[in-house]
């Protein structure tokens, strides 16, 4: 009976201390840390009207992104209202990063 105790009354530490293992908490950042269209358009919309211009969609790039940025962001721009939606940034996600599946 002792030994059940000491196992029940241990278990739960030990549980405990795997979740907030190094390993565990470095899982969770890199979760965090992907980069998504949904955190780009986020950073990118800095004036929240929930559209990309060119202007806001090519700034804080370097220079060899900004190399083909405008055929990117034609691209990109499927209704051609010389803007991108959230949902047309999302559509052309895979395509545009570094993300895609091969």
Known sequence: MTHVSF???????????????????????DETKKWTATKMFDKKDTNKDDFLTFDEFKHGRNEKFLQNAEKRFQTLDTNQDDKVSLDELKAGWAGMTRNKKK
Not at 9 to 28: T, Y
């Open 7 to 29: 196992l029940s009354a241990c278990l739960p530490a030990v549980i405990g201390l795997c979740l907030i293992s190094p390993q565990a908490q470095s899982a969770e950042q």
